[in-house]
């Protein structure tokens, strides 16, 4: 079969579209509309596969039902696939554990820091559910160190032991 644009004569390998030509009708968003007059058999809008939209085949794919409906609101942030809410600081996604102790704290998280939900539910970010915990551990045997490395916990933390625990 030959490519769909009528001056090409190149074989048709994507969808009736030679590459050259699909990949120029894709980035023109005009592959919808040539998708040869086939509709979702839900909704009208042009046919991506299985007789479905693009929302309808992935609502179909992933949760069995096409009337599922997904709603999150702009701004909100979502859950990703580890069951976190990441939501958006300055247009960047982060997550929303790691930035609500953030905002408690004053200061960023040190790379040795971890945020540790109290109630193991990973979308409960309520200030009450969330420790830091300390993944760093003193280096070595010797007294000096462990003196060293103590003096230096307490350097980090003894501020908050005023402000309450965290």
Known sequence: MACLFTECSSRARIRGFCQKHYLKVRASGLLPVLARGRLCTI????HYSKGFCVTHYYRARYHGDTSVVIRNPKGSGYTNKDGYRVVYVAGKPK????HVLELRLGRKLLP????????????DNRLENLELWVKSQCKGQRVADKLAWAKEILRIYGPLIGRGSV
């Open 43 to 46: 909704c009208s809008e042009p």
């Open 112 to 123: 040795n820091e971890n945020v540790h939900h109290v109630n193991g539910l990973r979308d």
């Open 95 to 98: 997550l929303e554990h790691r």
